[in-house]
């Protein structure tokens, strides 16, 4: 299974051409397959303090693993001077992840930054955050002070022994959900609670979460658990279809369908019809969306991806560090994205039925490196 990692320097990602032909950008731009690009995510670290067996199992991710050195991070700065190459095409979200954000010292300084930024229309931008809560109770005020909007938490069971045979480190369900309160009593709203469900290990606690978060300010998405990267030894057996999650809820807690806030939403809603809020259902190995995807990657040391299941990267830190102009790394950046035409997720779903039962990997980044 190790041979089919990708480390984290990723050294087969050749940097951004820049063309002869330099473009002012336009606040529009579409890919090959004619989807805007409006979402960037951005990797602050590649470490977790979690090994949650679905994105750093600790037989891969150990004491020995070897980390990007602190020079080859991209730094606040450099970190905000692109998310303004972005928003000058298009992008209006920006979602911090990980590894664990919050592991990055000093992030609220990074907020603040991003919170200066303005679309080219002067609206402010969604300013988000990713995080396995386990540092977010003291840093939530401080990072609603900076600027942040909201964040997702991540909690894959709301029984503690199974929570700690998910995340592997021994860390309390109480923990996670002091720092949803903490989310929550600090404005960073409305807070979403992500489940990967992985059949065998932790299908049995789909009601138990929808039981607890039912009735609360928190929106519980379930997801389906994924082939990213090659260090979970993904099985197709494992994968809890959304359809069976709606069906276990339904059956003790009418749901009915709900639309979509806006195009490219990742999460299939739906309401319980006694009005105690709704649940999410990202569908991404039985039902993709890859046809409305607009979302890019930036990794933490300055590589993006095209895709979360991409096998390889792009360098813009060569551009950032090589003292190219904000046109001529604009310019790549629309040329990259225009040739974009990753489908993955339709392409794999398609082929479901005949996966053998624990999928290759084909060297795909890992999860971990540039966040879910």
């Known amino acids: 299974m190790a041979e089919k990692i990708i480390m984290m320097a990723d050294a087969r990602a050749p940097a951004l051409a820049v063309p002869d032909t330099l473009e002012t950008p336009n606040g529009l731009l579409a890919d090959a397959l004619g989807r805007p690009l409006h979402d960037l995510r951005i990797s602050v670290t590649d470490r977790c303090n979690f090994r949650c067996v679905y994105c750093m199992p600790k037989e891969v ?90 964040v997702t938490v991540s909690l894959d069971a709301i029984d503690d022994a199974i929570f700690k045979r998910m995340n592997d480190v021994d860390f309390a369900v109480s923990d996670v959900l002091d720092g949803i309160a903490a989310a929550h009593a600090a404005g960073l709203g409305p807070i979403k609670v992500n489940m990967v469900v992985k059949g065998g290990m932790n299908d049995g606690q789909i009601l138990p979460m929808a039981r607890h978060f039912k009735g609360t300010p928190a929106i519980l998405r379930f997801i389906e658990y994924m082939d990213v990267g090659g260090s979970n030894g993904w099985n197709m057996a494992e994968v809890v279809p959304s359809s069976e999650v709606v069906r276990r809820i339904a059956a003790e807690m009418p ?25 999410g259902m990202i569908s991404s190995v039985t039902q993709a969306f890859c046809h409305d995807c ?51 997720s339709e392409t794999r779903t398609v082929n479901t039925a005949g996966l053998s039962p624990r999928a290759e990997s084909a060297q795909k980044i890992e999860m971990s490196y540039i966040g879910g």
């Open 61 to 150: 991710f150990d004491k020995d693993y070897a980390y990007l050195p602190h020079a080859a991070l991209l730094n606040f700065e450099e970190i905000a001077r692109v998310a303004r190459l972005f928003v000058a095409h298009g992008v209006e979200k920006i979602r911090l992840t990980g590894g664990e954000p919050l592991l990055r010292k000093n992030l609220e300084r990074l907020v603040e930054q991003l919170r200066a930024i303005e679309t080219p229309s002067g609206r402010p931008l969604d300013l988000t955050l990713t995080t396995n809560g386990s540092l977010l109770a003291r840093k939530a005020q401080t990072l609603k002070d900076a600027g942040l909007d909201r």
């Open 255 to 279: 749901l009915e369908p709900v639309g979509a806030n806006y195009a490219g939403e990742t999460a299939a809603r739906w309401r319980y019809v006694d009005g105690g809020g709704e649940v």
């Open 294 to 344: 607009s979302r890019i990657r930036l990794s933490t040391e300055g590589k993006l991806y095209t895709c979360l299941f991409a096998t390889r990267g792009h360098d813009l830190r060569e551009l950032l560090r090589g003292g190219r102009t904000d046109l001529e790394m604009q310019t790549a950046i629309a040329r990259l994205w225009r040739a974009r035409d990753d489908r993955y």
